[in-house]
């Protein structure tokens, strides 16, 4: 086995990262389509919250497997692509630690519970209007940013596939 490539169980947490942003991202834009109020709308807004909750723990995870089996870096990669890409992975990691906190933090603020899969979870605060709008505004902020970044990472490992063709992309692939 190449010593380079990520072991199995930290592939399989990236996929299904990727598979749970993608979820988190259309419940909240599917949402939308449904009217204010509605059961369906409210269900988005659920599932949302759950599944984001999930990216949350699923990140502690990740940082626990990446600190006890992490790949040998890859030799051909240059330094400042070292460095790009770690600063990509700690915005991510930020991302996915983050954003569900700030969630968190906006619903407990608007006195609303707050549940992973129907498992209640305790308010982060207490009601107040004034702090769950600005918690409002930079989840949404946040958010948005999410998708760019998101997309930079996946644009950088095509990149690397189809333009530089090295093995990068490869790396965390499953194995054939």
């Known amino acids: 086995m190449d010593s380079r490539r990520y072991n199995t169980l930290s592939i399989s947490l990236h996929w299904l990262t990727v598979l749970l942003f993608v979820a988190v991202y259309a ?6 389509v449904f009217p204010k109020g509605s059961d369906l709308r409210s269900a988005m807004k659920w599932w949302h919250t759950s599944l984001g909750l999930s990216i949350f723990a699923l990140a502690w995870i990740r940082l626990f497997v990446h600190a006890i089996a992490r790949p040998a870096p890859d030799p051909d990669i240059s330094r400042w692509q070292r460095l790009m890409a770690g600063a990509t992975h700690a915005a991510l990691y930020l991302l996915m630690i983050g954003l569900p906190i700030v969630g968190w ?41 999410g998708y760019w970044l998101i997309g930079l990472h996946a644009a950088a490992g095509l990149f690397h596939h189809y333009v530089l063709r090295d093995k990068v992309l490869t790396r965390m692939l499953p194995a054939r």
């Open 27 to 32: 419940t909240i834009e599917i949402r939308e």
């Open 105 to 145: 933090l906006m619903l407990s603020a608007e006195a609303r519970p707050v549940s992973l899969f129907g498992l209640p979870l305790p308010p982060l605060i207490g009601p107040d209007d004034g702090l769950a709008d600005r918690m409002e505004e930079l989840h949404e902020t946040v958010g948005t940013l």
